[in-house]
């Protein structure tokens, strides 16, 4: 075979890997859609996707791969066209009804909040620049230390899909009322905060002593 073949059919074969991994990913979703499912199986998707065990493995030889393949798949769903992270402490109530109105609006996810037991440990990994926007909003307040800390904890605790899952499945919300729900929590927690500083500000200082 020619050098110039090789390069003719590259980005045909390519295509091919990417249609395959696509296909597999798609029988991992389609686990996901089945009620009381807790894990994914390399050997139904194998079977869903008309392709070997062998394939599957060669693509995602393990857990973790598998449920990173469909986080990323779900993210494509859910975040098409990117995520605008936190501006600051007054854009939070803002991002927080933005993400969970999408989240909310894949079902699908609901799998990642319920079942799949490397997800949070995956997930941590996936938001960092999202959870790093929230921390610095926060800390953009100028609370006192303590009450950030509680605060920041609260709120990257609120900013996952199993925040927001669990209000419907487990507390029977309905699902369009979750979103502005948990963006009126961190609201509170936001002018809690500010309140805070105002406090502070306002206290009167006295001055030293003259020696």
Known sequence: MSAGTRHYDSPRRQAQVAATRLTIVEAFVEQLSEPGRDTLSPSEAARRAGVSARTVHTHFPNLESQVQAVGDW????????????????????????????????????????????????IRQKRRAARLDAIRRSAAAIGASRRATEDATAMLLGLSGLDASWPMHELYGLPIDRIPDVIANTVRLIVEQLQAQVAAKAAVPRIPSPKR
């Not at 109530?93 to 999408?102: G, L, N, T, V």
Request: hydrophobic fraction near 40%; proline fraction near 8%.
């Open 74 to 121: 779900c993210d494509q769903q859910i975040y098409s066209g990117g995520v605008e992270v936190a501006q600051g402490p007054d854009d939070l109530p803002r991002y927080f009804r933005e993400i969970h109105a999408r989240v909310l609006a894949t079902p699908h996810t609901r799998a990642l909040a319920f079942t799949l037991l490397k997800w949070p440990e």
